[in-house]
């Protein structure tokens, strides 16, 4: 209850006990035990009924700053609320930035991981009656590659080559004993980070030093063992 109210109601409380009390002198003493039931009923009801009064306004005053109270609690819980949902589209966008920063640096690190066998040119030796033998001159400007095979195509007779291993822009030769054909050759090899990786290349060797290429070229698993696989 405000000061000034309750100094109101004690004023006024005050004030009309001294009106009970001069009411009380000029009307006489009460005598029987109903008269001053009667005497206090009458004077203590405007008492009861001021202080009904001051206490209903002070109720008033408390619901007041009781709904205010609710509606700033309100406000603060709606812009808690809005910086949460701020924070998690940071948190978000954040997220997001960095999942493509890391999916960049993984493209980046396969691509510099994969290889990338070119043959560069194709020679031959011919020796008297004997079959030339062409020398097929690659280089990786790649990942470098370990545990490789070349194999030929599977209607082939030539043998295949092992290498173990063929770092970057380092020259791979693979010669050939055999008469001009055109021939299919496949490659099997594991990257520094373990993968498996097939190629496919096609030379055309011809004792007329008509020759060219075709690959390499990445080819899948399945494409590499139809290759190989006897017919």
């Known amino acids: 209850m405000s000061k000034f109210r309750t100094a109101l109601g004690v004023a006024l409380s005050i004030a009309w006990i001294v009106v009970a ?42 619901l007041k700053h009781s709904t205010e109270a609710l509606r700033l609690q309100a406000e603060e819980l709606k812009a808690s609320v809005e910086q949460q949902s701020q924070l998690v589209k940071i948190e978000r966008d954040l997220f997001a930035h960095e999942l493509e920063k890391s999916q960049a640096r993984e493209r980046e690190a396969i691509f510099a ?22 020398h097929v001159n690659m280089r990786n400007f790649g990942g470098a590659m370990g545990a490789i095979s070349i194999v030929p195509e599977a209607n082939e007779t030539w043998k295949g080559r092992d290498f173990s291993v063929w770092d970057k822009k380092d020259p791979l030769q693979l010669d050939v004993h055999m008469p001009g054909v055109s021939l299919h050759i496949y490659m099997k090899a594991s990257t520094n980070m373990g993968r498996d990786v097939f190629f496919g290349a096609e030379v055309f060797l011809d004792a007329a030093k008509r020759t060219g290429w075709r690959g390499w070229k990445e080819i899948s698993a399945d494409d590499f063992l139809r290759g190989i696989a006897p017919r």
């Open 113 to 134: 991981d994969t290889p990338r066998p070119t043959i560069e040119s194709i020679g031959m030796t011919t020796g008297g009656s004997r079959p030339p033998i062409f």
């Open 21 to 62: 009390y001069f009411i009380y002198d000029g009307s006489g003493r009460p005598e029987k035990g109903n008269e001053w039931g009667d005497y206090f009923a009458g004077m203590c009801s405007p008492l009861a009924f001021l202080w009904l009064v001051l206490g209903y306004w002070q109720q008033g005053d408390e």
